[in-house]
């Protein structure tokens, strides 16, 4: 007789509301069905009663962790409506606030995951270092979540001296190779809670059209970096991490060394900076009448988003599909015949973020 | 991905008319049986990125289809039939969630829809919460409604 | 001095109530405060467990429907009394406690009681994440024990007899060290630390059986645990303190010993993850076991 257990949407192992209804029989889980909608906002709606500018500073608000994501991509789609060019400098500002995005984004993420298996050490180390980003961060754009960054036609905020920032990411890269990585693949009790845990075949991985480093890790080669470059990553000669055993450890694996690319990216934008102006002249332009979608890679995987406009101040319709959204579906399927005590890790692994999701 | 899109679209049935963008590809094809299209696009290997529903003057909502495959983009732009559509979650899993939030949101039925459950919004409340009109026509309509409540 | 009185103050004084309840406060403040410097942190205040007991003493207790409040409250109570038993039969360093034949075997069947409790509590909590916290507790027993009690047969054998003070008093050998590797091994499982933090795990059932409990019930609780570890790394220290001669070096042996044992107990914690609970059971069976069971050998040569 199998029991049920619920995960969330109250949950320690939860760091958002979202309820994993399991089926059990002693350890094992049988069945998992997921439900969402604690946290709706309907931003898409609110985003089709407000003006362009206003929009750039709500859909920040639709993740926390990757509010600069979601500004760039909304950004982008309006510029490609009016087929504005934004600036060769604000090109690289905003490659180097979406990595430092992802670098912190990740480095929580190895928080999180190290304390649902229990390694408290592993989490302060992780949230220690990821401070140092979140200081950097603040530096440049005076906040520490929701930044501000992007504008239509360019950036809000110049990165004035690149010292700010190289000494803290090199420091970062250092504790990468030198104690995460390592502590990660070698010490034998993480090492028992991740191996062949989650598994999710690249089969399914295609089918259920999971994106970002859950993808990568099942060997499916997609990243939106390098598929459609924005922003400077076609000047950076951006490299793609896969790894083909899709479980747990791959997960872990793929984001660190995603981390150390970042690290890299940050470093050679720093060092190919041009001059010029960050924003175009205009700092009000007109969007004229006509559709667009733009595909960003967030921290989580592929940020889409799908703006039409009348020629108005204001928005037709604006869609938004978060990364969360199309990987979240796939926990049932990472989760059954696993062990109870690998459920929270299971879903942490996957990186979900139900604040997206839930839009 | 390199194949002739033109070509494998023509093998089928609906009206179509493809437009280049500078974000890919767009296909106006209102009758479009979505069913055949997805079992195409599944062969092919295109990706479903994910549905926008809008809401249309006369009650329907135009559901934009939206694919990739690496630097292949896709959009589909299919209407609903009194508000009803085929589901494609059968053949695609990744369209289960997304079909069942426009049920909610647009109150769009998609037929042979295996669990065609609420997804976001508590089930007392009503369907059809994002049907309003967005752009200048949503202005001026939130324009008189708030000068009839003053 | 007559042996009812040697009991009494053997329970309520030396190695029972009074000091073993300050020890507890001390070991936990000493585990948490080690634990943070390792992860970088400050730590809290030296008298933070005795913060933490009155704190919870003074809480209302809820009490969940359906449970019977004796069962409630007298569980914690029964665990409570036996980890003080188990205390004051332990031959600490000038214990007045009476030593009578086959004391091993009753303490152990003392030491078993908190664990029992914990089953029991996290089936009568009528939560999910308790019953599942229990049978945790259940299965870790399993593993644990297996060298735990097959270290004092080993020891009970080199002696000739399940007399505590016999074992401790006896001439130090290669036995004593096995015992003690085995019982090392098994202290992390018992005191439901890293990586063996199985049953209380917080992030997947919500601190396990536990859950329910609040107020004055969940404070006792608490204080079994660290009695537990006072009870523990003392049985393991008195092995050693037989070494030296004399009340006051015996002493300081048996508080270096117990001391060291919380402090290798909170590196382990610090510095591994969880572990699931079929890779603890391996564990035990598989190196617990080899540690016991050479300890058997050495006695039986």
């Not at chain 1, 029989?25 to 009663?49: D, K, P």
């Not at chain 2, 609906?14 to 963008?21: Q, R, V, W």
């Not at chain 3, 933090?197 to 917080?202: G, L, Q």
Request: some cysteine; glycine content about 8%.
């Amino acid at each position: 007789m199998p029991y049920r257990i619920p995960i969330g949407p109250y949950h320690p192992a939860l760091e958002e509301p979202y309820k994993l209804q399991l089926s059990c029989t002693g350890e094992t889980v049988q069945a998992v069905e997921i439900e969402v909608g604690f946290t709706l906002r309907a931003i898409e709606l609110l985003a089709q009663r407000r003006n362009y500018v206003q929009d750039i500073v709500l859909v920040e608000h639709v993740c926390g962790i990757c509010s600069n994501v979601h500004a760039t991509a909304f950004a982008m789609a309006a510029e490609k409506i009016a087929g504005i060019q934004i600036p060769d400098r604000a090109r690289y500002i905003r490659t180097i606030m979406g990595e430092l995005e992802r670098l912190h984004s990740h480095l929580l993420w190895a928080g999180i995951g190290s304390e649902d298996i229990g390694f408290r050490s592993m989490f302060m180390e992780m949230y220690y270092v990821r401070e140092s980003i979140m200081d950097i961060l603040e530096v440049i754009s005076g906040n520490r979540v929701n930044y501000g960054m992007i504008a239509i036609g360019g950036v809000n905020r110049d990165i004035p001296d690149p010292k700010l920032i190289l000494p803290k990411v090199q420091e970062l890269r250092k504790v990468l190779e030198n104690m995460a990585i390592p502590i990660f693949t070698r010490n034998a009790t993480v090492k028992s809670r991740t191996v062949k845990i989650g598994p999710l075949s690249k089969q399914d991985a295609i089918k259920y059209g999971v994106v970002g480093p859950m993808a990568r890790a099942s060997g499916v080669n997609i990243d939106i970096r390098q598929d459609l470059p924005y922003a400077a990553y076609q000047d950076l000669d951006f490299k793609i991490v896969t790894s083909e055993d899709g479980d747990v450890q791959a997960r872990l694996v793929v984001r660190a060394l995603e981390m150390l690319e970042s690290v890299r990216l940050i470093e050679s934008a720093l060092a190919n900076m041009p001059s010029g102006p960050i924003r175009i002249d205009d700092p009000f332009p007109t969007i004229p009448a006509g559709e667009a979608t733009s595909r960003v890679e967030a921290p989580r995987g592929e940020a889409f988003y799908y703006v039409a406009s009348d020629g108005s101040d204001t928005p037709l319709r604006v869609k938004i599909r978060t990364p969360s959204y199309i990987n979240i579906p796939a926990i049932p399927l990472l989760c059954v015949g696993q062990n109870l005590a690998d459920m929270p890790l299971i879903q942490a692994s996957i990186d979900p973020c139900v604040s997206c999701t839930d839009r | 991905m390199t194949f002739d899109l033109e070509t494998k679209l023509s093998s089928l049935a609906g009206a179509y008319k493809l437009i280049h963008a500078q974000d890919g590809s767009w296909l106006d094809a209102p009758d479009l049986n979505v069913v055949e299209m997805a079992d195409l696009f599944l062969k092919i290997g295109l990706r479903l990125t994910t549905v926008t529903g809008i809401a249309l003057e006369d009650g329907e909502t135009q559901l934009i289809y939206h694919f990739m495959d690496g630097g292949t983009v896709l959009n589909v732009k299919v209407c609903t039939k009194k508000n009803v559509i085929a589901s494609i979650t059968s053949i695609m899993p990744s369209a289960d969630w997304i079909e069942r939030e426009i049920h909610d949101l647009y109150a769009v039925e998609f037929l042979g829809h295996p669990h065609l459950d609420r997804l976001v919004r508590p089930p007392e409340l009503p369907i059809g919460f994002f049907r309003e009109k967005g752009g200048e026509a949503g202005k001026q309509q939130r324009a008189q409604t708030q000068t009839k409540v003053s | 001095m007559n042996e009812i009185v040697r009991g009494i103050v053997a329970f309520l004084l030396w190695p029972g109530l009074i000091s073993a309840v300050l020890l507890a406060w001390f070991y936990l403040w000493l585990g948490r405060k080690v634990t943070a410097r390792l992860q970088g942190r400050q730590g809290p205040p030296f008298f933070q467990p005795f913060f933490d007991f009155v704190k919870l003493l003074g809480k209302k207790m809820i009490r969940p429907t359906g449970i019977n409040m004796g069962l409630f409250l007298g569980l914690p109570l029964v665990s409570l009394i036996s980890v003080l038993a188990a205390l004051a039969l332990i031959p600490a360093p000038g214990s007045t406690s009476i030593s009578f034949p086959g004391d091993l075997i009753f303490l152990l069947y003392l030491l078993e009681m908190p664990a029992l409790v914990d089953i029991l509590v996290g089936y009568v909590s009528r939560s999910v994440y308790a019953q599942v916290g229990a049978v945790r507790e259940a299965l870790l027993s399993l593993g644990h024990n297996l060298p735990f009690i097959v270290a004092f047969i080993a020891l009970a054998i080199q002696a000739k007899s399940s007399n505590l003070q016999t074992i401790v008093d006896m001439h130090f050998s290669l036995v004593q060290i096995f015992a003690a590797i085995a019982l090392i091994i098994a202290i992390p499982a018992r005191v439901k630390a890293n990586p063996f933090s199985i049953p209380n795990a917080e992030t997947e059932i919500v601190a396990g059986t536990h859950i329910e409990y609040n107020g004055p019930a969940l404070a006792i609780l608490e204080l079994v645990h660290g009695l537990e570890i006072v009870a523990l790394s003392g049985l393991l220290a008195s092995l050693f303190s037989g070494m030296v001669t004399g009340v006051l070096p015996s002493l300081i042996v048996y508080l270096v010993v117990s001391i060291l044992v919380v402090i290798f107990t909170s590196l382990l914690a610090a510095s591994t993850a969880r572990v699931k609970v079929q890779y603890a059971l391996g564990f035990y069976w598989r190196w617990g076991a080899l540690a016991a069971a050479l300890a058997v050998v050495a006695a039986v040569m």
